[in-house]
C-alpha cells in the first residue's frame, strides 16, 4: 500500500512541475431583480511554487523505495 502512495506522490509532484498554475472561471450573480439578472464571470487562478512540486517527488520516491512488501498468505 505505500508502494502506491508513494507512486501517486511522484505523479502528482511530476503534474505540479509540469502545470505550476491552475485557472478556472467562476460565475458570480451581480443583480437579482423581478426580470433582471446579471451575471460576472471573472478568470480565477491558482499558483504554486515549483518547488512544492519538487518535495512531493521527492517524498514520493522516498515512501516507495522504503515502503513494506505486502506479504501473501
Not at 471573472?42 to 521527492?58: C, D, F
Request: cysteine-free; glycine content about 10%.
Amino acid at each position: 500500500m505505500n508502494r502506491y502512495a508513494g507512486v501517486i506522490l511522484m505523479v502528482v509532484g511530476i503534474i505540479i512541475l509540469i502545470w505550476s498554475r491552475l485557472t478556472y472561471n467562476d460565475s458570480e450573480k451581480l443583480i437579482d431583480g423581478n426580470s433582471i439578472q446579471n451575471y460576472a464571470s471573472r478568470q480565477r487562478s491558482i499558483n504554486w511554487p515549483p518547488y512544492v512540486g519538487g518535495a512531493l517527488v521527492i517524498a514520493g520516491i522516498v515512501v516507495a523505495v522504503t515502503g513494506k512488501k505486502r506479504k501473501n498468505i
